[in-house]
């Protein structure tokens, strides 16, 4: 079946600093990735998604690139905010013909702590 | 403002005891999700509903139940029979099943303990 890996944490860092989050899948027919976030005590966002390869998603400062070659969709962003501390789930829906498989498989989540 | 409701948040139960967890939305969307969600590990789909009246097993459907009688509501039930059911539910919505233009909608989940 469908796998999704992301780079593990916690990670922690400063104000301002670069963050990246690595995310690798392995799927089935032709996969649509996704990242979502999760703050304190609620439910998931979604954060951004791409719909082909070489697509870039992008937003609030976060940017992902699909690439079909290397089964990736890792997670940017050039400075982090205080506010941007909250965990990251990478996930992917994999369909095939126009007929989706349906549920999203979601990786473990990366912990993301920033400090002023 | 459309979204998905959860209740109650926090919910305490004694072993042995059925419990329904309440996930409403009035999104107007046909699909409907429930994932059970465990520290460092992601999340799991439990049980799917493409349209009303019709249901599917996710992975660990096992000591659950659903019902889909209303387009709007899709209440899941942890059975006694689930073996571990201390975890952080969160129910889902999408416009419809799957797909890259079917983002799934959250709500802000239910944490069950079970003691």
């Known amino acids: 079946g469908d796998s999704v890996t992301q780079m593990e944490g916690p990670v922690t860092l400063s104000e301002e600093a670069f963050l990246t989050i690595n995310c690798t899948y392995t799927?089935?027919?032709?996969?649509?990735p996704f990242w979502y976030v999760q703050y304190p005590g609620e439910g998931l966002q979604l954060l951004l998604k791409?719909?082909?390869?070489?697509d870039k998603g992008s937003n609030k400062g976060f940017e992902a690139t699909y690439r079909k070659e290397t089964t990736s969709f890792h997670l940017e962003k050039g400075s982090v905010q205080v506010s941007d501390s909250a965990v990251y789930f990478c996930a992917l829906s994999a369909s095939a013909g126009g007929t989706s498989y349906g549920k999203l498989t979601f990786g473990q989540g990366t912990i993301l702590t920033v400090h002023p | 403002d459309g979204g998905i409701t959860q209740s109650p948040k926090y919910l305490f139960r004694k072993e042995g005891q059925n419990v329904t967890l309440s996930c409403e939305q009035n999104l107007n969307h046909d699909a409907m999700y429930w994932y059970r969600q465990d520290p460092g590990q992601g999340l799991r789909l439990i049980y799917y509903?493409?349209?009303?009246?019709?249901?599917q097993k996710g992975d660990i459907a096992e000591g659950y139940s659903v019902s889909r009688e209303k387009k709007e509501s899709f209440p899941l039930t942890v059975t006694s029979a689930q073996k571990n059911p201390t975890a952080f539910y969160l129910c889902a919505s999408s416009p419809r099943f799957g797909g890259y233009n079917s983002p799934l909608h959250f709500g802000n989940g239910t944490r069950l303990t079970v003691t």
């Open positions: 791409a719909t082909k390869a070489d």
């Open positions: 509903s493409q349209i009303v009246n019709d249901f």
């Open positions: 799927a089935t027919g032709y996969p649509s």
